[in-house]
């Protein structure tokens, strides 16, 4: 196993991290600044008022794209476990 092929693993699990944790955190990121901006329209001040809201646009997003998560993540895996002959000869 070079350093090469180590280097290549991290970047190919970073890149899947972004990949998958994405949809989530730009919902999270959408959802937070509707209602940042709502807030500074109305004038409240109530930092527990983001959460709910966050939560259950997460949630729907888990619901929505939660196969393919998971489908992804599994063929990632897959290749992974298949590659450990080659990384090992």
């Known amino acids: 196993?070079?350093?090469e092929y180590v280097i290549n693993l991290v970047?190919?699990?970073?890149f899947m991290l972004i990949?998958?944790?994405a949809?989530?955190?730009g919902v999270a990121l959408l959802v937070g600044l509707l209602v940042s901006v709502l807030q500074?329209?109305?004038q409240i001040n109530e930092?527990?008022?983001t959460f709910i809201p966050k939560l259950l646009a997460m949630f729907v997003v888990l619901v929505v794209a939660g196969p393919w998560?998971?489908?992804t993540l599994m063929d990632y895996t897959i290749r992974?476990?298949?590659s450990i002959p080659n990384a090992v000869g």
């Open 19 to 21: 990949v998958v944790s």
């Open 69 to 71: 998560m998971i489908n």
């Open 80 to 82: 992974l476990f298949t």
């Open 1 to 3: 196993m070079t350093p």
């Open 47 to 49: 930092m527990t008022l």
């Open 23 to 25: 949809p989530i955190m």
């Open 11 to 14: 970047q190919n699990a970073l």
């Open 40 to 42: 500074a329209a109305t």
